[in-house]
């Protein structure tokens, strides 16, 4: 939202102030990459430390465990990607699917792990 607003002052400035609000823009956009690039690392910290406690408690599968992880490196290397190129780059392209999808089958894991769980304490 903040970049829309600096693109809508800059679009309707005119004269010296044109440069002025671009400039600004710009700098709205940059710290958006930042802000994204740090996301994208600190969340792929979190998926990787989660599948290490995982793996060492022993109480979920394994290869959830794994599977936390591999999001968790996939994330980190999206975040410095972001960081270097900005939003917009094929490797971005293909991480941003392989974290979707791992963290999609990481959840639906510990959703059945749980439900399973569940179901053999009340039997």
Known sequence: MGLKQAVDSWVSASGAEKQI?????????????????????????TLAL???????????PGWLGWTAIV???CSVI????????????RLQDVLGI????????????????????RGRRHS
């Not at 392989?98 to 769980?117: C, D, E, H, K, Y």
């Open 78 to 89: 999206y975040g410095v990607d972001v960081g270097y190129s900005g939003l917009a780059s």
């Open 50 to 60: 989660f599948g290490t406690a995982i793996l060492t408690s022993r109480r979920v």
């Open 21 to 45: 609000r671009f400039a600004n823009a710009e700098t709205v956009r940059w710290l958006e990459w930042g802000f994204q690039s740090y996301f994208r690392i600190l969340l792929g910290l």
């Open 71 to 73: 999001a968790g490196v």
């Open 98 to 117: 392989a974290i979707f999808v791992l963290v999609l089958v990481f959840a639906i894991g510990v959703l059945v792990t749980g439900v399973r769980g």
